[in-house]
């Protein structure tokens, strides 16, 4: 079935380090793939999405692209802060009404 | 304005007990869903309404039972809790379309059995 793999956390980073979270997918079709962010005791919020390949999605400094060949949705940001805290989700919608999401990878930003 | 509000926002109660679990969204969006996180913050669909209609059952206990009143409205209804019930459960909207339709996502509601 369809299904999503991220890297396993936690990462713990200092301030103004480079982050990558990575993600995989396997689907049988065309999906659209998406970052979700959590923040602590907070609901999920959309992050960046794209919906077809070699699409970049971008949002406050993070981007990713969905890489066909290579079936990766790899989250990167040039310089983390420490309120980038949080759990980060990725995930995929084939067919429109259900997102398949990854395990969630905890980031940690130390000052 | 919160988009997508549940109540309440935590919930303790004790083995076998009922409970049920409310959600509201003023995105005007005709899909509500409901998903599980575990302590491992795994995230699972759990049901998925359209217009009111069950379109998405993850084989789920029979014990969960959602209903939905209206399109703003999907409530879920836990019956003989377990302990392994205990999770956070995150109600969902979006409008049905495309796949790359975004999903807005309420506060969660924290639900312990003890």
């Known amino acids: 079935g369809d299904s999503v793999t991220q890297m396993e956390g936690p990462v713990t980073l200092s301030e103004e380090a480079f982050l990558t979270i990575n993600c995989t997918y396997t689907?049988?079709?065309?999906?659209?793939l998406f970052w979700y962010v959590q923040y602590p005791g907070e609901g999920l919020q959309l992050l960046l999405k794209a919906t077809k390949a070699d699409d970049k999605g971008s949002n406050k400094g993070f981007e990713a692209t969905y890489r066909k060949e290579t079936t990766s949705f790899h989250l990167e940001k040039g310089s983390v802060q420490v309120s980038d805290s949080a759990v980060y989700f990725c995930a995929l919608n084939l067919y429109g009404n259900k997102l398949v999401f990854g395990a969630g990878t905890i980031l940690r930003v130390k000052s | 304005d919160t988009a997508v509000s549940q109540t309440p926002k935590y919930l303790v109660t004790q083995m076998g007990n009922d409970k049920s679990i409310k959600c509201e969204q003023n995105l005007g969006h005709d899909t509500m869903y409901w998903y599980k996180q575990d302590s491992k913050k795994f995230l699972k669909i759990m049901f998925s309404?359209?217009?009111?209609?069950?379109?998405i059952n993850e084989t789920v206990p029979n014990r969960f039972s959602p209903k939905s009143p209206d399109k703003a409205h999907l409530n879920l209804h836990i019956n003989s809790l377990e302990l392994g019930d205990s999770a956070v459960y995150f109600c969902?909207?979006?409008?049905?379309?495309?796949?790359?339709?975004?999903?807005?996502f309420g506060q969660g509601t924290r639900l312990t059995v003890v």
């Open positions: 689907a049988t079709g065309y999906p659209s």
């Open positions: 309404y359209n217009n009111k209609e069950l379109i």
């Open positions: 969902a909207s979006s409008q049905v379309g495309g796949t790359d339709t975004e999903a807005f």
